[in-house]
């Protein structure tokens, strides 16, 4: 099992960290493929109610490793880098696939720097949470490569079309409040209560009704492809299913009751 990638499960919540800080946290292929284990466990795991994702040391995440790709375009013919790329990528599709298709929140937790892949990342979390002083930058142009991981699919949706083309054309920096601005992050806390905030967060909901989430997320997914009626008749499906669960009798016996609902995620 490698170490670029480390998890620590409690209270509910799966913290996952980037950890290459000697390479920026840098995605590698072994954090590809650590990444699509732990989100399909994480994804049959009923005790992870909510997941997280962050950077070890100064950052959160740079992008692709670009020293690796250096030394592969000094070795490889450009047909055997392509043939090696469509095989890398797979691991990309699935772990994004895997982090939207999961019935349970995940935040992204950024600081420093976010970069390339680590813009997509963000982009495919439902909740995004970042330092003051944190720098954006979509990269891929500047080094002569199309985005990979959802963003171009993820950005449009959040910030328009002019905007999209704007960040992915110039790969220009951009900081966390415009980064809140445009829609790619949800919150702007100072850097020192980086980890207080989005642990609270994380905390909110995993003790949250877990299903009633995974439906929302499940719906919120669909909406971007379903027409009106196709949208209302999976809002009405998943609404019967939500009335089925144990949280469900719990939330509303805490409304009668006037106390705080106290959900298991059942």
Request: proline residues 3%; aromatic residues 8%.
């Amino acid at each position: 099992m490698t170490d670029h990638v480390l998890v620590d499960i409690r209270d509910n919540v799966a913290w996952v960290t980037f950890n290459r800080p000697e390479a920026r946290n840098a995605i590698s292929m072994e954090m590809r493929e650590a990444l699509v284990r732990h989100f399909a466990d994480f994804e049959m795991d009923p005790s992870v109610r909510c997941v997280v994702m962050r950077g070890a040391g100064e950052i959160f995440l740079a992008g692709g490793d670009v020293k690796a790709m250096h030394q592969v375009n000094r070795t490889m013919t450009p047909e055997e880098r392509y043939k090696m790329r469509l095989h890398g990528m797979h691991y990309t599709d699935y772990r994004i696939e895997a982090l939207r298709r999961m019935r349970k929140p995940v935040i992204a937790s950024v600081h420093g720097a976010c970069a390339g892949a680590g813009m997509s990342l963000v982009g495919a979390a439902d909740l995004a949470i970042a330092a003051e002083g944190t720098r954006f930058t979509f990269a891929f142009s500047k080094i002569g490569l199309s985005p990979d991981g959802g963003s171009s699919y993820f950005l449009p949706r959040m910030m328009g079309m002019k905007k999209a083309f704007e960040l992915a054309f110039l790969s220009e920096l951009f900081d966390a409040e415009t980064a809140k601005e445009i829609g790619l992050i949800n919150w702007v806390v100072p850097a020192d209560k980086l980890a207080e905030e989005t642990e609270k967060l994380a905390l909110r909901l995993a003790n949250s009704a877990t299903k009633a989430l995974g439906n929302i997320k499940e719906l919120f997914n669909k909406s971007l492809d379903n027409t009106l009626e196709q949208q209302l008749r999976a809002e009405t499906k998943s609404f019967a299913e939500c009335v089925m669960t144990e949280d469900h009798v719990e939330g509303v016996n805490a409304f009668v009751e006037k106390r705080k609902a106290t959900f298991k995620g059942r």
